[in-house]
């Protein structure tokens, strides 16, 4: 608050490099984190739902206070699982530009409400849709840890644009496998540790080439030893690397790669990994 004046005689003016973490925000009439003026904030590990029973701009809100020239800009939103059925996800207005957003669960018609442009909106690790019901255990019933083979298990990233994703998860619990961790508030955790046996490794991988900037791989499934003796862990999916480079996560034995050039030669990898984390 750049305007109002507290008992000393002065304002609170703007709080630059906040940390928002750890929080539980629902059932507001109107927004659910609502952050004005607070350039360089890092959002993370917080459950956001159902807020703007009344209005609203969004789960999260980064803006400037009218005339104060103090936008909320070069924030960090990572790792959140919000669900917002009546209002956008993440709004951002009044010049809250440059804002990191990667890892996330947006649940909501509007993921993201741009209106001051300039983002980073990572496409593969933030998940999103327009209903709960594939990504999270049961949320009618106030359960938002992640279902079994919920499409936001697997695809986090450990850095994004310079910006690193938290180590831990909303309820302290470590997040399961660095590099192949989960979006959202919650780490998957369903799977008991005692599962140390890697999955079998991919094999009959091919490459084709089915034009001048197109890439279809393929491979035999794999399965997964552990699984096959104690009815738990499981093949959750492959990462596909070109180089060195990930390229793709996915549970189906195929892939197409549409990131090559015309006239170069690139060498693939393909690798299981199994619902506790091991690789093949």
Known sequence: DCK??????TTDGKIEDAIIEYNVVHDNN???????SAPGVIVRNNLIF?????????????ADQEDCQAPSKDAVIVNNTIV???IAAIRTSEG??????????????????????????????????????SILANPESGNYHLRTRSPAIGVALDKYIEQSAPADDL????????????????????????????????????AKAVSATKVELTWRPSTDP??????????LGYLVFRGQTRVAFTSASAFSDSGVSPGMEYAYTVVASDAAGNRS
């Open 4 to 9: 109002t004046l507290g008992a000393d005689g």
């Open 30 to 36: 109107n927004k659910g984190l609502s952050l004005i």
């Open 50 to 62: 159902n807020n703007g029973i009344s209005s609203g701009a969004g789960g999260v809100h980064l």
């Open 84 to 86: 917002e059925p009546r």
């Open 96 to 133: 809250s530009s440059g804002v990191v957003v990667f890892n996330n669960i947006l649940v909501s018609s509007n993921p993201l409400a741009d209106e001051a442009g300039g983002h980073y909106f990572d496409d593969r690790s933030n998940v999103v849709n327009t209903s709960a019901a």
């Open 171 to 206: 309820e302290g619990n470590r997040r399961l496998y660095m590099g192949l961790s989960s979006a959202g508030a919650y780490e998957y955790t369903m799977i008991p540790p005692t599962d140390e046996t890697p999955p079998g490794t991919p094999v009959d991988l091919a």
């Open 226 to 235: 552990y699984s096959l003796t104690n009815q738990a862990s499981g093949v």
